[in-house]
């Protein structure tokens, strides 16, 4: 399993490459680990938008070209070429359409103090807000491995 996790000016969006739950056991065998961009990213469980809508979250790339080398490697090179580009998309839960909502564009590696890391799905401004049993589970290992981080480590 892959993870992409996404920091907004008010919302951390955690993504894995799974869809949901009762689908992670397949994921080794429906990931590409040796690669980010051939993989959709899904954020696991549902968000509230606006206090009504419920909405499922998933990042999906858009034209990934293909590199040689390691996993890293080609995350590299995709930003290097500015082809590291994905569609964040939604749907209402229960339906089966997916609907580009932005297009997000990696073009730089940033290099950022381990304590800026500290993502937590439930910093939100409530428009957003995440639900169900997977975002409180999240709530409690996010909280765990924050305080587990060493103060400046890189």
């Not at 739950?21 to 990931?31: A, C, E, G, K, Y």
């Not at 980010?36 to 979250?57: I, S």
């Not at 995440?130 to 060493?150: D, E, K, N, T, W």
Request: hydrophobic share 45%; proline share 7%; glycine share 4%.
């Amino acid at each position: 399993m892959l993870g992409i996790a996404l920091r907004f000016p008010r919302h951390d969006l955690l993504f894995a490459t799974i869809k949901s739950p009762f689908t992670m056991v397949f994921s080794p065998f429906t990931t590409n680990a040796h690669d980010f961009l051939p993989n959709k990213f899904y954020a696991v469980a549902p968000f509230e938008v606006h206090h009504h809508d419920r909405v499922e979250l998933r990042l999906v790339p858009i034209d990934p070209p293909v590199f040689e080398g390691t996993r890293a490697e080609k995350l590299l090179a995709d930003v290097d070429t500015g082809e590291c580009i994905w569609h964040l998309e939604a749907r209402k839960t229960l339906t089966r359409d997916w609907h580009a909502v932005a297009r997000i564009t990696f073009d730089a590696p940033a290099d950022v103090d381990q304590e800026a890391l500290q993502f937590d799905a439930f910093r939100t401004d409530g428009n957003l807000r995440p639900l169900g049993v997977v975002h409180a589970i999240r709530r409690a290992v996010y909280a765990a491995s924050q305080q587990a981080r060493p103060d400046h480590a890189r």
